[in-house]
């Protein structure tokens, strides 16, 4: 599996991910509740159409004062091909919004891999270490994905 960044500029990140699975199974990981609940998220609630809405919780551990949520819009949504997606978060201590798109290509490479490039859009990174963090999720997350998807086949 390889992984790809690519620093486009102050608010867009781009990475590019192989993750050894068919593109449907890579699809419905990041359409199905249950699926999204095993790699990324306690508790998922996904409308999976366009114009449809979704719900993300990740319980607080304990020595976090809050759990984590995060709502938006399903912008587009093409099966097995592309899933957009607004992401609005809250945040506790300043109870600011921070809002930013996140756009997901699915390319089939052959039946067992899929090449997924996640562009995380439109959000202004302060610092250089907030962005440094967001690359570090996202990378995490799609290591995340690429086990499950791999226990998942076995």
Do not use: C
């Given at each position: 599996?390889?992984?790809?960044?690519?620093?486009?500029?102050?608010?867009?990140?781009?990475?590019?991910?192989?993750?050894?699975?068919?593109?449907?199974d890579?699809?419905?990981?990041?359409?199905?509740?249950?699926?999204?609940?095993?790699?990324?998220?306690?508790?998922?609630?996904?409308?999976?159409?366009?114009?449809?809405?979704?719900?993300?919780?990740?319980?607080?551990?304990?020595?976090e004062?809050?759990?984590?949520?995060?709502?938006?819009?399903?912008?587009?949504?093409?099966?097995?091909?592309?899933?957009?997606?607004?992401?609005?978060?809250?945040?506790?201590?300043?109870?600011?919004?921070?809002?930013?798109?996140?756009?997901?290509?699915?390319?089939a490479?052959?039946?067992?891999?899929?090449?997924?490039?996640?562009?995380?859009?439109?959000?202004?990174?302060?610092?250089?270490?907030?962005?440094?963090?967001?690359?570090?999720?996202?990378?995490?997350?799609?290591?995340?994905?690429?086990?499950?998807?791999?226990?998942?086949?076995?």
């Amino acid at each position: 599996m390889s992984s790809e960044t690519d620093i486009d500029n102050e608010s867009q990140i781009t990475l590019t991910r192989k993750i050894g699975a068919n593109v449907s199974d890579v699809f419905s990981a990041w359409t199905d509740p249950a699926l999204i609940e095993q790699w990324q998220v306690d508790e998922a609630e996904f409308e999976p159409v366009k114009g449809g809405e979704y719900r993300y919780v990740t319980y607080a551990e304990e020595d976090e004062e809050a759990d984590h949520e995060v709502t938006g819009e399903i912008l587009d949504y093409v099966e097995d091909e592309k899933l957009v997606m607004s992401w609005v978060h809250r945040d506790a201590e300043s109870d600011e919004e921070l809002i930013f798109v996140l756009d997901i290509s699915f390319r089939a490479l052959d039946d067992d891999n899929t090449e997924i490039t996640l562009v995380e859009r439109g959000l202004p990174h302060t610092d250089p270490q907030t962005r440094i963090f967001s690359m570090e999720a996202w990378s995490s997350a799609l290591e995340q994905l690429a086990e499950v998807m791999e226990e998942v086949l076995d």
